[in-house]
């Protein structure tokens, strides 16, 4: 899934090296293949999650980037928390895992 790419910056580490290899080719297709973009866009498909929820961002994730995280949750209008975790890349941290079962809890309770 693809969040917030122009954001993301120009990358050409994994995931998001597909756009910028494509791009770097063909240089007059940028304006639509951004425009594009946007409509897979889990920032902009954020803004139609009717749940609460809970995300988590790991500071040094090279596979989701933090920004990307941050794009999402900015978009959610529902209820919402956010986990950071400054030393912790894609793999959630144990302690992150507890506070999604509570967050489950709470919920079906």
């Given amino acids: 899934m693809v969040t917030n790419a122009p954001g993301a910056g120009p990358r050409r580490d994994a995931p998001y090296t597909e756009v910028p290899e494509f791009l770097a080719h063909n240089v007059d297709l940028i304006p639509a293949a951004l425009d594009t973009l946007r409509y897979v866009d889990c920032a902009l498909l954020a803004r139609r999650i009717t749940a609460r929820c809970l995300l988590s961002a790991g500071l040094m994730d090279t596979i989701c980037p933090p920004s990307t995280v941050f794009a999402a949750y900015n978009e959610i209008t529902a209820g919402k928390d956010l986990s950071v975790h400054p030393f912790t890349g894609h793999a959630v941290p144990t302690a992150h ?13």
Avoid: T, Y
């Avoid at 895992?97 to 309770?109: A, S």
């Fill in 97 to 109: 895992v507890e506070r999604q079962l509570r967050h489950l809890r709470d919920f079906l309770l």
